[in-house]
């Protein structure tokens, strides 16, 4: 079996039981306390780990960024995670984990790794309204037992919009597009990242599309839930209501591909056509997104391309 083929097969079978990798590590003392508190990242999105190489300082670059490295060949930024948490390390940012990201390949510099543990999705909680700042999307539970361990998750997402600006097309109509849906119906999005939410927000306002968001995958099926109930009993098809969900794939208390699942086997909701949108790109995530009965994925984040595969999901779950 290839490596991809291995790694789409593991996908499946932790994304049936909701469950997921995050590999731990440590990035210096918090100022005032002195605490060396555990961060984590889905162990999907890393390619590799490696002893820190030789760094190479750009001019004029964001202070997030410690420089760059020549990783087996391929030139990458290297972001100070210890910088952006506020964490000085105590003996340097060590090690480097590289990372592929929202169709981009970068280096995270951090100063320990501590372990890669296997946990359910409903022992990951929001951590908004926890947490005045932007590097945090999560809270993970690490022991099954109340007064354990907690790891914070990243949101990767808004780190790299930070340390690394892009110059990406305006979100407009001009480069959407409209899309038509029946009268009285909306898309559901739903994304753990505020960064993310907010550009799909814009991206669907240029589309001229009605929605609603979730912020976990478990908000987002009881939205379903109650719509297909609602459907159910006035006898009208859910997709006048809910006409399309668009949904990230790693999301606290309940993934994507969960949600994906859920909605596919059941009767009620398996209609709606289900475009998964998400930072985990490669043919072999497009593969494993198959698998779990989406009908259509796509990488993060380019506007036109969201928008017209969001058309062809809607044209083909018609025809």
Not at 58 to 68: D, E, N, P, R
Not at 162 to 182: F, H, K, V, Y
Request: hydrophobic fraction near 45%.
């Amino acid at each position: 079996m290839s490596n991809d083929q291995h790694d789409i097969e593991q996908r499946v079978r932790l994304a049936g039981s909701n469950m997921f990798e995050l590999l731990l590590f440590r990035l210096g003392a918090t100022p005032g306390t002195g605490a060396r508190e555990l961060y984590g990242i889905n162990v999907f999105k890393v390619r590799e780990i490696v002893a820190m190489p030789t760094l190479t300082e750009l001019a004029g670059s964001s202070s997030k960024i410690l420089g760059v490295a020549d990783v087996r060949g391929k030139i990458i930024p290297v972001i100070d995670l210890a910088r952006v948490t506020g964490c000085p390390p105590r003996e340097g940012s060590r090690i480097l984990l590289v990372t592929e990201f929202a169709r981009t390949t970068q280096g995270f510099a951090v100063e320990e790794l501590d372990d890669i543990v296997r946990l359910e999705w409903n022992r990951v909680l929001s951590a908004e309204g926890h947490s005045s700042g932007k590097a945090v999307t999560s809270i993970a539970r690490l022991d099954a037992h109340s007064g354990g361990r907690l790891a914070q998750v990243l949101d990767v997402e808004q780190i790299l919009r930070d340390a690394l600006p892009t110059s990406e097309p305006e979100i407009n109509e001009q480069n959407t597009g409209r899309l038509t849906l029946p009268l009285g119906a909306r898309v559901l999005a739903a994304d753990d990242s505020g960064i993310a939410r907010a550009l799909i927000e814009e991206n669907l306002k240029s589309m001229g599309v009605p929605f609603i968001m979730a912020k976990t995958g478990q908000e987002a099926w009881e939205m379903l839930e109650k719509a297909g109930e609602k459907a159910v009993k006035e006898g009208r098809k859910v997709t006048d209501d809910i006409a399309l969900v668009l949904t990230d794939l790693e999301m606290p208390e309940m993934d994507g591909f969960t949600l994906t699942r859920k909605i596919k086997t059941a009767a009620s909701l398996q209609m709606i056509p289900v475009v998964i949108h998400s930072s985990l790109s490669g043919s072999a995530n497009e593969q494993h997104v198959r698998k779990v009965g989406a009908n259509a994925y796509v990488s993060k984040f380019v506007a036109a391309e969201l928008a017209a595969v969001m058309r062809q999901a809607m044209s083909e779950a018609a025809a």
